[in-house]
C-alpha cells in the first residue's frame, strides 16, 4: 500500500511544476541584426506573400522586427545592400517558442538562425 504523505507529495510537485509555466506567453520572434559596414535594408515576406516586415539597420543595430504568438510561415528574406538584392528562400514554420534571426555579417553574407526563446 502507497504511503499517503509521499502521493500527496508527488502531486503537490506536480501541480506545481504545471502553474510555473501558466502565465508565461507563448510567443515567437523575428529578430534581424547588421554587423556589416554597409546600410542594409531587410524585408522578410510571410503567408505565402500576405504580409511581410521590413528594415533599415545601419551598421550595429540590432531590432526584434515583429513577434506574434500565432505560427506563421516565414516565406523568403530579401537583404538589399551596397546595391545589391539577396533573395533567401526559407519555407518554414515559426512556431511560438521559437526565434527566427537574420544576421548580415561582417563580410555582407546573410545568416539566418533558428534560435529556441528563453536559451539566451
Known amino acids: ?12 510537485i506536480a501541480m506545481a511544476t504545471t502553474l510555473v509555466g501558466c502565465d508565461r506567453e507563448e510567443r515567437w520572434e523575428i529578430s534581424a541584426e547588421n554587423l556589416s559596414n554597409n546600410r542594409c535594408r531587410i524585408t522578410i515576406h510571410m503567408n505565402g506573400g500576405s504580409s511581410q516586415c521590413e528594415i533599415d539597420l545601419i551598421n550595429g543595430e540590432m531590432h526584434v522586427l515583429q513577434a506574434g504568438d500565432v505560427e506563421v510561415l516565414i516565406d523568403t528574406v ?10 533567401i ?7 511560438p517558442m521559437w526565434r527566427f ?14 534560435f529556441p526563446l528563453g536559451l539566451e
Open 1 to 12: 500500500m502507497p504511503n499517503k504523505s509521499m502521493s500527496c507529495l508527488f502531486t503537490i
Open 78 to 87: 530579401d537583404v538589399e545592400q551596397a546595391g545589391t538584392k539577396q533573395t
Open 89 to 95: 528562400a526559407i519555407n518554414k514554420h515559426l512556431r
Open 101 to 114: 534571426i537574420v544576421e548580415v555579417q561582417a563580410d555582407g553574407v546573410v545568416r539566418t538562425t533558428w
